[in-house]
């Protein structure tokens, strides 16, 4: 396995469940009548125990409800996320932390909790449901050394949701050129949505193109049923939408599903 991967979860084909967090503050959706940011603590609880007793490697937190999403993280919301994770973040398994679509707030939060990882689109230009989208990398990597944040490592996904790449190089391409000027840490390939999975021949194409430089991801759309096909090509997986309850990414995690999954990805290793 990579390095990386062996160095921070220990096994092969890691899989890195997503801990969802309900609407925070200030968020269109967040009902301050309904408990608050204790209830957004409770649920979540419930979700993360449910990951950890099924088996999974590792938990990335998000502000997946935050719809519609910002690119530029507000002060309630980080500090929400924050107090919240540091509460919840598991203690026998490495973490990580995302932030829909703010590098920065994700790795400071990263950095303050404990993360060993964050999860963002930090290359490229897009258009996209949040309008003109163009993250800065220059500016992530020198925040990253600022704040003695070297150890968070940055998982970079080159086919983001919700939006199309600008320019015409391929999903490879991009992967390549983000590993070269950018020096992510991995790679990661999405679908066109959360809870969609990408083609198979794109993650293939991204890891015969990258060639073992740095791990490659499925990033979304990953369940129990074909697992084992994208496996084959990549090295872990991170999921979300399919283990909760009849699959839906806004509902509570289904802890059957959970096993069944973790089955199928123990099933794939010894494959």
Request: charged residues 20%.
């Amino acid at each position: 396995m990579p390095d990386l991967l062996a160095d921070l979860f220990g096994t092969p084909k890691p899989a890195i469940a997503m801990a969802h967090f309900g609407p925070l503050p200030g968020a269109p959706l967040f009902d301050a009548r309904d408990g608050g940011v204790d209830a957004l603590l409770d649920a979540l609880r419930r979700d993360v125990d449910a990951l950890l007793d099924g088996g999974v490697d590792s938990i990335l937190f998000c502000n997946e409800a935050g719809r519609p999403y910002a690119l530029h993280a507000d002060f309630s919301s980080v500090a929400t996320m924050t107090r919240i994770i540091a509460e919840l973040r598991p203690r026998d398994r490495p973490f990580g932390v995302d932030f829909l679509w703010d590098p920065e707030a994700a790795l400071c939060m990263a950095a303050a909790t404990g993360a060993s990882f964050m999860r963002e689109v930090v290359t490229g230009v897009y258009e996209s449901d949040m309008g003109l989208w163009q993250p800065n990398a220059a500016a992530l990597y020198r925040l990253r050394r600022s704040i003695g944040a070297d150890r968070v490592k940055i998982f970079a996904n080159v086919t983001p949701e919700f939006a199309s790449p600008l320019g015409n190089r391929t999903a490879a391409q991009r992967a390549r050129s983000a590993i070269v000027s950018t020096m992510v840490d991995a790679v990661l390939v999405a679908g066109p949505r959360a809870g969609a999975a990408p083609e198979l021949a794109d993650v293939r194409a991204v890891a015969d193109e990258v060639g073992g430089a740095v791990p490659v991801l499925l990033n979304t759309g990953a369940r129990a049923e074909t697992i084992g096909e994208f496996l084959v090509h990549a090295d872990g997986v991170i999921v979300g939408s399919s283990l909760k309850v009849d699959g839906y990414t806004w509902n509570p995690v289904d802890p059957p599903r959970v096993r069944a999954f973790m089955d199928a990805v123990r099933a794939a290793r010894r494959g």
